[in-house]
T-cell receptor
């Protein structure tokens, strides 16, 4: 198993550009999520999905769109990049279980918006 | 709402014990977690504790939970230079994890 994979690892955008951060998992997990990590603020939830065709907003959804057409993939789209979106983005997945939210994280995408 | 707080920095010498502390606000959290993040990497689950437990031990790691004070701690025995990383405390909220700001642990030889 590759686990949770993310591409690209690094990206530089100009203000106003759009792009898609890719996330895939090969563990057949139903739940997938996107977090952003900013210095001194920990990780904050952007969007999540509890299964194909179902998505919902997290704590900081503005400026981001998601879709979930397959179990494996959960792309994050930046519609019009802003400098405030400079951050490290992590995708995570889990299989719902009675054991709580044991999430598996991808390696992250470091995004800079100039 | 949910909030999780941690001190930002801890420095220890190799071989000493490290204690990383965390306070949380949501008393309904059923699970509390410790994640480790090494430079340039994602988060790795270290251990977790169920809210009806006071203590959990896993090799060099000991988790203590004081539910009355909403205080969680992670003790690393015989700390090694390879333990240098950022450690995040997290509580399970509705469909999400709520993370603390992370504690950067620096282990010097």
């Amino acid at each position: 198993n590759a686990g949770v994979t993310q591409t690209p690892k690094f990206q530089v955008l100009k203000t106003g550009q759009s792009m898609t951060l890719q996330c895939a998992q090969d563990m057949n997990h139903e739940y997938m999520s996107w977090y952003r990590q900013d210095p001194g603020m920990g990780l904050r939830l952007i969007h999540y999905s509890v299964g194909a065709g179902i998505t919902d907003q997290g704590e900081v959804p503005n400026g981001y769109n998601v879709s979930r057409s397959t179990t494996e993939d959960f792309p994050l789209r930046l519609l019009s990049a802003a400098p405030s979106q400079t951050s490290v983005y992590f995708c995570a997945s889990k299989q719902p279980s009675s054991g709580g939210y044991e999430q598996y994280f991808g390696p992250g995408t470091r995004l800079t918006v100039t | 709402g949910e909030d999780v707080e941690q001190s930002l920095f801890l420095s220890v010498r190799e071989g000493d014990s490290s204690v990383i502390n965390c306070t949380y606000t949501d008393s309904s959290s059923t699970y509390l977690y410790w994640y480790k993040q090494e430079p340039g990497a994602g988060l790795q689950l270290l251990t977790y504790i169920f809210s009806n437990m006071d203590m959990k031990q896993d090799q060099r790691l000991t988790v203590l939970l004081n539910k009355k004070d909403k205080h969680l701690s992670l003790r690393i025995a015989d700390t090694q230079t390879g333990d240098s990383a950022i450690y995040f405390c997290a509580e399970a909220g509705f469909q999400k994890l709520v993370f603390g700001t992370g504690t950067r642990l620096l282990v010097s030889p």
